[in-house]
């Protein structure tokens, strides 16, 4: 029976500081790093062992990865990293104060950019300070300006079709680590949840959440592993 792992990264320096982060690298907290430690711990005594795994482009990540693969005597395993598992791109909203935003835009207008599923945040100026664009990871991709939870879907559900499904179907328990918006897209896709319905999902960090899934890849359940 196909089992996959989803783990969203322990807590950013810009989640403790309440800032859009989107494609900006920011590192973990201690705190990140302790809830890094803890999902591996727990991965550990609940007997979860992957075959292999998966993270973005985002040091938030794959500092989580390693770490909980490190604690679970398992940074051997096979690790793949691709873009399409990065965090949802918030466009000209990133670094700045989701609360400071508020007071400027207003709540009925964040709640929109944060929370609606097809309308994605205003773009960013192409001289931002936090343009990505030339970073050399992203050589040979288009970096986004902006994108909705809409358009994160449309880049995340390739990759699961034609390099995550086909490892789950192979046998493989696979591990997934990444962040909000893009695990909020796999478990839309996996728990079958309609439009309106995904964006009130909230994923903590540091939390592993175990799929059970059939030969065809269909939920049978899912839960947090703490709860178990």
């Not at 979860?48 to 770490?67: H, V």
């Not at 709640?111 to 609606?116: D, L, Q, T, V």
Request: aromatic share 8%; hydrophobic share 35%; net charge negative.
């Amino acid at each position: 029976m196909p089992q996959l792992i989803l783990l969203r990264h322990g807590q950013s320096q810009w989640n403790l500081e309440n800032r859009f982060t989107g494609w900006w690298d920011v590192d973990v907290t201690e705190k990140g790093i302790e809830e890094a430690l803890a999902a591996g711990q727990l991965m550990k005594e609940r007997g979860i062992d992957p075959d292999i795994c998966f993270t973005s482009l985002q040091t938030r990540a794959i500092k989580t990865l390693n770490l909980a693969l490190e604690e679970m005597g398992r940074l051997w395993l096979p690790v793949e990293k691709n873009y399409r598992l990065n965090e949802r791109h918030y466009g000209g909203l990133t670094g700045l104060n989701k609360q400071e935003t508020r007071d400027k835009h207003g709540d009925e207008q964040v709640h929109i950019w944060r929370r609606s599923f097809d309308t994605p945040p205003p773009p960013m100026a192409t001289d931002s300070e936090f343009q990505m664009s030339n970073d050399p990871r992203y050589k040979g991709i288009e970096v986004p300006a902006t994108e909705s939870l809409k358009d994160t879907i449309v880049r995340v559900l390739p990759y699961w079709k034609t390099r995550i499904a086909p490892e789950l179907q192979n046998g493989q328990t696979v591990l997934i680590s990444a962040h909000g918006n893009s695990l909020r897209a796999l478990v839309k896709h996996l728990s079958n949840i309609p439009d309106d319905e995904i964006t009130g999902l909230e994923i903590p960090t540091g939390q592993p959440i175990i799929y059970e899934l059939d030969d065809d890849l269909n939920e049978i359940e899912h839960y947090y592993l703490s709860e178990r």
